[in-house]
């Protein structure tokens, strides 16, 4: 009689809740990076724009020298003993993480007064490089353990849905206590409306209960996931926009694109710029919408936490809009669409020098696009990809690196341009964040149409650079399992601090 193989067991309820509280602290981490650090070093501490932003671009400089060196690494590693190698790297990066990240919020330690500013911008330097090491190590383990514990195409998208999930909680827990930490000064005697250098223990509390919540759910990841014995080398490394439904034909009808092919190929570069556009969208939005806030509108420091929340709420509500509006009109009018709800916005903030309770219909608005035009980009990347998915993580990896530095060298270009001459805010602040917002909303937005133009005008075409049959023409791009993934809400929290 046949010997039947035995299906593997599907992953317990209680093994995928485990597995996907291991990015929690990432993403806490993340929100409160992004969202904050502008702020909390030159609003609270009273840096100087230059140190404010060299650290954010040497922190994006360290993420993306980061990821590829650690996910070729991390591959190839035996992990500790019995542990396994994936798990082994996620806890030597959550550990990278708990060490140094309360450090970057929270005052140097021996500075005084009369401190130079370059002491503090080589004090605060190693931690924020231990941080993104950490961050990055944590993020490539986390997603690689996805095809090692389950096997199923099934399995694979929820065990992402089950990701997002914690990602949608850690980044509403960043702003929902940053509200209750903000409200429950009211009461202290040297409470004050606007930020000030007796706001550090608002930044310090939140940092501190950030990481022990997120030391938590690491360890609830450590204790609960189990991972399975492979011998190094076995399995390809996933990067954040990494499609996992990948279903390679038997036989490839043409040559296969490595790195270099790509490098060749006019929709790579078609696609980069448009992605590119989008994250900057995106990033430099979330890291001014609060300076904008307290610099600009002069609103008071609650709205630091509760606009920054009302805008990740309504890009995840819109985000389970994009499926049928893919159907319905395409990938390229769903972008255009997203990018129209952009410069809905900037046209509001210019016509509306001073705002308050309408600000949260702004914030609406600008989530709403921004989740638009994000989902979109990472559809059209995988389209870009289509059946080429053995190098599907270098055309992810440039894009990210490529994002990463164009958006830390906009921060350092925008802090260069301040024009208060002093670490302290000038009445030339309320115009210079009014016009930050409108250009790097409204500004790249049209940019981003000038590069979907291209894109419509001349498709997204691969051309195959080898010997084959048939001659040379090219080939649309697309196609396969690649896309499926992309067009996810799950696609939302690709890039991380980024």
Known sequence: MAERSAAPAE???????????????????????????????????GYGHRLAGGLLLAGQVADGLCTPLLGYEA????????????????LAGTTCVLVSF?????????????????????????????FQFGWAATQISHLSLIPELVTSDHEKVELTAFRYAFTVMAN??????????????????????????????????????VVGLGAVFSFIFHLGTKEKPYPPGSLPQLEEGTPLLQKEPTSHPHPLLIWKDWLLEPAFYQVAVLYMSTRLIVNLSQTYITMYLTNSLLLPKKYIATIPLVMYISGFLS?????????????NLTYFVGILVILAFASWVILARQMGGEIYGAAALLGAGSATILVTSLSMTADLIGT?????????????????????????????????????????????????????TGGIAIAAIAS????????????????????????PAGGGMAGLAAGTPAALSAGGPS
């Not at 309820?13 to 904050?36: E, Q």
């Not at 985000?319 to 990938?331: E, T």
């Open 172 to 209: 509403i827990t960043v702003y929902g206590l940053a509200w209750l930490l903000l409200n429950f000064q009211v009461d202290q005697p040297d409470h004050t409306e606007h930020l000030g250098i007796q706001d550090v223990p608002i930044f310090r509390n939140l940092s501190l209960i």
């Open 11 to 45: 992953l317990p309820l209680r093994a995928r809740l485990s597995f996907a509280a291991g990015h929690f602290l990432n993403d806490l981490c993340a929100s409160l990076w992004f969202t904050y650090l502008l702020l909390y070093l030159h609003s609270v501490l």
């Open 75 to 90: 591959d190839r590693s035996a992990g500790c003993g019995r542990y396994g190698r994936r798990k082994s790297w996620h």
């Open 319 to 331: 985000s389970f809009l994009m499926k049928p509006i893919n159907k319905w009109i395409g990938r």
């Open 388 to 440: 080429n998915t053995h190098s599907g993580a270098f055309v992810y990896g440039a894009m990210s690196f490529t994002d990463k530095m164009a958006n830390g060298l906009a921060v350092m270009a925008i802090q260069n341009l301040h024009p208060c001459p002093t670490e302290l805010c000038c009445p030339a602040c309320i115009s210079f964040y009014h016009w930050v917002m409108v250009l790097v």
């Open 102 to 130: 309360p450090f970057i919020f929270n005052p140097c330690l021996g500075c005084k007064d009369n401190t130079p500013q370059w002491a503090a911008f080589i004090y605060y330097l190693p931690f924020i490089i231990i």
């Open 452 to 475: 979907l133009c291209c894109i419509m005008v001349w498709p997204i075409r691969i051309r195959y650079h080898g010997p084959r049959e048939g001659g040379g023409s090219s080939v």
